[in-house]
């Protein structure tokens, strides 16, 4: 009996996909997990609407990426169903390794990022389905000797990006995110085993490296998100602290508080990766509730501010913060919320975000002109793209008292 469905996705409409294994990994309750992993962190703090998972972003993705390979087929180039649905089932898995609040927890409550987390899911689901995912994990892992496949899921101009951005305007209501995503899938070419992009196609890639930038400093890395997830950060390592010796996480599922580090995660030791994929949103949503009413202060304080939404102010700057600005906070924080300096300090984050708009030195975007030459980007536009990293630093610190 066939498992192959409909979805109804509100950003691209009714998606179908044709390949029924599919379907088996959307089955399986490592893919079902995604549901409760959300795709922009605590970002729903200042755009209300962004409350969509990482279960919305993977099979968008993958509708992508099915239109990918139309588009290059009708363009003359071979891809057998083999290679099709197994560059889909890499796309469907790409995030499937991502923690509680994806991006805003990575590598807190497990020194791993995700990419190596989504090859460890991988691998098992692999080995429980006798190697069905064997070429898809080659493709990922860009060893598969048709490398353009990879590029499609992975580059600077891959089918993740393409839905993410598509999504995340979508949702947030940023409207200056919105891409001509189509445009763009109907632009690629493979000339000698590289995804290029047909020369008619320049405004819409400058449209989307723009989109790109505006997405990530208005929305990704908006000052009032970063406070939001620097909170929540801190709480966890201030439960990390804590452990064994705080009244209030003694209810908590022992899966939540072990430590577990990347090492750990083996086919041949299979616990390890099921006790994380226990773990989500509202596992994390669950200890602050549970700390509410903490007789530690600062767990409380966290909790109640996270809770209730009342965020810690944030400035931010170009150039790191001197030690002056800190220790002056600091002793205002001491007074203000009559705590010691140890306290204090738990209480004020600072930090640096950064962002690269555009990889000059890694897998260029690449421009096929009409009379075959292949340039580059940046040697085609006449954008001004900046290829250097931005750097925002940032210091958060309370500016409410719960009484």
Not at 8 to 14: C, H, K, M, T
Not at 285 to 291: A, E, I, T, Y
Request: glycine residues 4%.
């Amino acid at each position: 009996m066939t498992k192959r469905k409909i979805f109804n996705d509100p950003v691209y409409g009714f998606l179908y996909f044709p390949y029924e294994i599919l379907y088996e990994l959307i089955d399986h309750p490592y893919f079902q997990r995604l549901r409760r992993i959300s795709q922009l962190g605590l970002t729903q703090y200042v755009y209300p609407g962004a409350l969509h998972t990482r279960f919305h972003h993977a099979l968008g993705a993958v509708h992508l990426m099915l239109k990918s390979i139309d588009t290059l087929r009708i363009k003359g180039i071979e891809i057998s169903e083999e290679e099709a649905e197994a560059v889909c089932i890499a796309i469907l898995l790409h995030d499937i390794g991502h923690g509680p609040f994806s991006h805003a927890l990575e590598h807190k409550l497990i020194n791993a990022h995700h990419e190596d987390l989504s090859i460890h899911f991988m691998e098992a689901l692999n080995h429980e389905m006798d190697g069905k995912l064997s070429l898809g994990i080659e493709i990922f892992k860009d060893k598969y000797p048709r490398r353009f496949l990879h590029q499609l899921v992975s580059s600077q101009l891959d089918m993740d990006r393409l839905d993410y951005l598509t999504r995340d305007s979508f949702y947030t209501g940023v409207a200056e995110g919105v891409i001509g995503y189509d445009r763009i899938i109907k632009m690629l070419n493979v000339i000698n085993d590289q995804i290029v992009v047909e020369e008619k196609g320049i405004y819409s890639i400058e449209k989307f490296l723009m989109s790109r930038r505006i997405m990530y400093w208005q929305v990704y890395l908006h000052k009032t998100v970063i406070s939001a997830e620097q909170m929540l950060i801190r709480f966890i390592e201030q439960i990390k602290l804590r452990i064994g010796d705080e009244p209030c996480l003694k209810s908590i599922p022992p899966y939540l508080l072990q430590i577990i580090d990347s090492e750990d995660f083996t086919i041949n030791n299979p616990e390890h990766l099921k006790r994380f994929s226990r773990i989500d949103d509202f596992d994390i949503f669950f200890l602050l509730k549970s700390c509410v009413e903490s007789t530690d202060f600062v767990l409380q304080y966290l909790s109640k501010s996270l809770i209730n939404r009342k965020l810690f102010h944030i400035i931010t700057s170009t150039s790191p913060f001197n030690s002056d600005d800190v220790n002056s906070i600091r002793h205002k924080t001491e007074s203000l919320l009559n705590v010691d300096k140890l306290r204090a300090e738990a209480l004020i984050l600072d930090g640096s975000e950064s962002n690269l708009d555009y990889n000059s030195s890694h897998n260029e975007i690449k421009i096929l002109k009409k009379n075959g030459d292949i340039v580059s980007f940046l040697k085609y536009s006449d954008l001004k793209v900046n290829t250097d990293r931005d750097i925002l630093y940032y210091l958060c610190y309370p500016k409410y008292i719960f009484v």
